[in-house]
């Protein structure tokens, strides 16, 4: 079983629409998690951050996560063809309060359509 | 504010040929230091990561090798590059117990 599991799309939906990308993991050390976002030929960029079960919102951002369950879910709203990109879920341990070794899921790529 | 800066952006070489890859951060000090490689269809491998000048771990047995000569410029290496060391090379950095935040990267071929 891998350590974090992800699908990998490609997921297609109009402009306007509410957006829901998920991961599950095995491990349940995990503490912290994480949402990036990579456009075509970049490096991931950090979208949110969260170590605690809950929803986590930044703008139209919601991050959720359900250690119980061990899933984590990131949530668009209104989403806009600058939303279009591939989305990697990462966690990694609480090791002594360093945050080195990250486990990424294999990402979802997401068209969002005009 | 922070930057991380990664070049070349693309890169081919030839089989057998030695690599240099440089990744240096503005704004902060002391900060971690990693080396990814992203393959298609494979999701980001962490290659290395240094704590502190001089100081490297490596989590993948291979070809490469990393460096940090200073406090923040971390170099991702190679006497001779194999085909299999194609891919998308990627540079990171973070505060202790902080996220990691990426350069945008190299694209490397190996023809």
């Known amino acids: 079983q891998k350590e974090v599991e992800q699908d990998p799309g490609p997921l297609s939906v109009p402009e306007g629409a509410i957006v829901s990308l998920n991961c599950t993991y095995s491990?349940?050390?995990?503490?912290?998690f994480m949402w990036y976002r990579q456009y075509s030929r970049k490096g991931p960029e950090l979208l949110m951050y969260?170590?605690?079960?809950g929803n986590k919102e930044d703008g139209r951002f919601t991050a959720q996560v359900d250690k119980s369950s061990k899933y984590i879910s990131l949530f668009i709203r209104d989403s806009q063809p600058s939303d279009s990109a591939t989305y990697l879920c990462?966690?990694?341990?609480?090791?002594?309060?360093?945050?080195?070794?990250?486990?990424f899921g294999k990402g979802t790529l997401l068209t969002v359509n005009p | 504010s922070q930057t991380i800066h990664q070049w070349p952006a693309t890169l081919v070489q030839p089989v057998g040929s030695p690599l240099s890859l440089e990744c240096t951060v503005e704004?902060?000090?002391?900060?971690?230091l990693y080396w990814y490689r992203q393959a298609a269809g494979r999701g980001l491998q962490l290659l290395f990561y240094?704590?502190?000048?001089?100081?490297i771990s490596s989590e993948v047995p291979q070809n490469l090798s990393a460096s940090r000569p200073q406090d923040r410029q971390f170099i991702l290496s190679s006497k001779k590059l194999l085909l299999s060391d194609s891919g998308f090379y990627l540079c990171?950095?973070?505060?202790?117990?902080?996220?990691?935040?990426f350069g945008d990267g190299t694209r490397l071929s190996i023809l």
């Open positions: 969260t170590y605690s079960s």
């Open positions: 491990n349940s050390a995990f503490q912290y």
């Open positions: 990171a950095w973070s505060r202790v117990s902080q996220p990691q935040h």
């Open positions: 990462a966690m990694s341990l609480n090791s002594g309060g360093s945050n080195y070794k990250l486990t």
């Open positions: 704004g902060t000090s002391n900060p971690n």
């Open positions: 240094s704590v502190g000048i001089g100081q």
